[in-house]
């Protein structure tokens, strides 16, 4: 049997009526986007694009990309009612090239999440002051706010060293800047997240720990820096 005559009827039943209306980019200087429509027996190959996308090439060449799973995408052939099954809805028009950029950094940034879960799930609740400020303000934060692998070890104008690490989204704790600084020494705070990880803990505060430097710049460093804004 043909190949392709072998996949027109595992998925569509013999179903040599079925057409599928998907968009394609429209003609320039006349649409943004044009329905085009073919018979499901045009299709040559389905594949997989990540998790939540599919890839259509049909005879001739032309390839088409559906927000829908390859698993949602054989179901909707199989059990199409009418004599066109409409995918206009979840027809991507992205670059093939962009979207694969997009689809590589969701997956990078899935993984991560995957194997940051236990850190996400911890709540912070710390002072935390911006770069070149001094003025703390306490915020209350989970690990998913922050970027973990920005973490890292500066000096302190008060002395010793702190911690800096970025926010994803600073605004929201009413921040300028993606990067804040507390006054706790990394090795601390990661020994604080390792301990409430192994115990279940996941309430973490480190209010008092990120303020025992207070705001005042050691005299030895005033003349250095400059007064104490």
Same mark, same amino acid.
């Given at each position: 049997?043909?190949? *392709?005559?072998?996949? %027109?009827? !595992?998925?569509?039943?013999? /179903?040599?009526?079925?057409?599928?209306?998907?968009?394609?980019?429209?003609?320039?200087?006349?649409?943004?986007?044009?329905?085009?429509?073919?018979?499901?027996?045009?299709?040559?190959?389905?594949?997989?694009?990540?998790?939540?996308?599919?890839?259509?090439?049909?005879?001739?060449?032309?390839?088409?990309?559906?927000?829908?799973?390859?698993?949602?995408?054989?179901?909707?052939?199989?059990?199409?009612?009418?004599?066109?099954?409409?995918?206009?809805?979840?027809?991507?028009?992205?670059?093939?090239?962009?979207?694969?950029?997009?689809?590589?950094?969701?997956?990078? @940034?899935?993984?991560?999440?995957? /194997?940051?879960?236990?850190?996400?799930?911890? !709540? %912070?609740?710390?002072?935390?002051?911006?770069?070149?400020?001094?003025?703390?303000?306490?915020?209350?934060?989970?690990?998913?706010?922050?970027? /973990?692998?920005?973490?890292?070890?500066?000096?302190?104008?008060?002395?010793?060293?702190?911690? *800096? %690490?970025?926010?994803?989204?600073?605004?929201?704790?009413?921040?300028?800047?993606?990067?804040?600084? !507390?006054?706790?020494?990394? @090795?601390?705070?990661?020994?604080?997240?390792?301990?409430?990880?192994?115990?279940?803990?996941?309430?973490?505060?480190?209010?008092?720990?990120?303020?025992?430097?207070? !705001? @005042?710049?050691?005299? @030895?460093?005033?003349?250095?820096?400059?007064?104490?804004?």
């Amino acid at each position: 049997m043909d190949p *392709k005559s072998k996949l %027109f009827k !595992t998925f569509h039943f013999d /179903r040599g009526d079925l057409w599928i209306d998907v968009l394609v980019p429209g003609q320039e200087g006349l649409s943004a986007s044009d329905t085009f429509s073919f018979p499901v027996r045009t299709i040559t190959e389905m594949q997989s694009l990540g998790e939540k996308n599919s890839l259509l090439k049909l005879d001739g060449g032309r390839e088409i990309v559906l927000n829908l799973s390859h698993a949602d995408l054989r179901k909707k052939l199989r059990e199409a009612e009418d004599a066109v099954l409409d995918l206009t809805a979840v027809t991507n028009l992205t670059p093939r090239k962009n979207l694969a950029a997009k689809l590589k950094q969701e997956f990078e @940034e899935a993984a991560e999440r995957e /194997r940051n879960k236990s850190f996400n799930a911890l !709540t %912070f609740r710390l002072s935390v002051r911006t770069s070149q400020k001094t003025d703390f303000r306490e915020v209350t934060f989970t690990g998913a706010d922050i970027v /973990r692998s920005s973490l890292a070890s500066g000096g302190s104008i008060m002395g010793g060293t702190n911690t *800096k %690490f970025n926010f994803r989204d600073p605004a929201k704790f009413g921040l300028r800047s993606e990067e804040a600084i !507390t006054e706790v020494e990394l @090795e601390e705070f990661n020994a604080r997240v390792k301990q409430a990880i192994a115990t279940g803990v996941t309430d973490i505060d480190m209010r008092e720990l990120s303020m025992r430097k207070g !705001t @005042e710049i050691p005299p @030895e460093k005033r003349k250095a820096n400059g007064p104490n804004p």
